[in-house]
């Protein structure tokens, strides 16, 4: 007797939705379920380095500001560690740092901010050393698939010429939008386009 096979239909995809920040971040979506959420603080008070705020915002096609997006922020410590086991140089890394946070957009004006420590430059791929930067993986409403970008900073062009990302791009003109700008010292504005004529890069992963 042959058993007749039943295939199951694909589900149709969707974006993240409003849900994303209800499973994430939900103190941001008025769910006080936790006292302390996970990834709040990307770099506690007393971890060597210099402290650094970056403000910036997300905008659409249309140039709107993107109102719910979620970031999550990855990045070595100040002498270019991460707290992770593949770093091989783990047990040197800052006592107490994470590497890792989110931050949520203002529903009502989308302006984001991070608080960290500036991150040192790390080895890459047969050693070529990168340039100090944030990891950023964004999703919000209208993103089926999180976006994966990098944020440098200004004062480090003389490592931009030999960072293996950046060195990757091959429209020289959209390294742009990976540099974020000094507004004071220690303070940075970093805004991220999704689409059109200033569009972000973005990393495939």
């Given amino acids: 007797m042959v058993q007749s096979l039943t295939y ?7 974006t993240a939705g409003p849900y994303v920040h209800i499973g994430l971040a939900p103190g941001a979506a008025g769910f006080h379920t936790f006292e302390t959420e996970l990834g709040q603080n990307l770099a506690p008070e007393g971890i060597p380095g210099q402290r650094v705020h970056i403000e910036g915002m997300v905008f659409d096609g249309l140039g709107a500001p993107v109102k719910d997006v979620l970031i999550e922020v990855w990045q070595a ?5 991460y707290p992770h086991p593949e770093d091989p140089r783990v047990a040197d890394c800052a006592p107490g740092f994470r590497g890792w946070g989110r931050v949520i957009s203002d529903f009502d004006s989308g302006l984001f ?11 890459g791929r047969a050693g070529r050393m990168q340039a100090p930067h944030l ?16 944020m440098y900073f200004p004062e480090d062009a003389d490592l931009h010429a030999s960072d293996p990302v950046l060195q990757s ?11 974020a700008s ?3 010292p220690g303070q940075y504005r970093f805004d991220i386009h999704l689409q059109g004529a200033a569009e972000t890069v973005f990393i495939d992963i």
């Fill in 169 to 179: 791009i091959e429209q020289r003109a959209r390294v742009a939008t990976l540099i």
């Fill in 182 to 184: 000094q507004t004071a």
């Fill in 8 to 14: 199951l239909q694909e589900t149709a995809s969707q």
């Fill in 113 to 123: 901010a991070i608080d960290t420590i500036k991150p040192g430059p790390v080895p």
């Fill in 135 to 150: 990891s950023l993986w964004l999703v919000s409403r209208g993103i089926n698939i999180g976006l994966n970008t990098r």
């Fill in 77 to 81: 410590d100040a002498n270019g560690i």
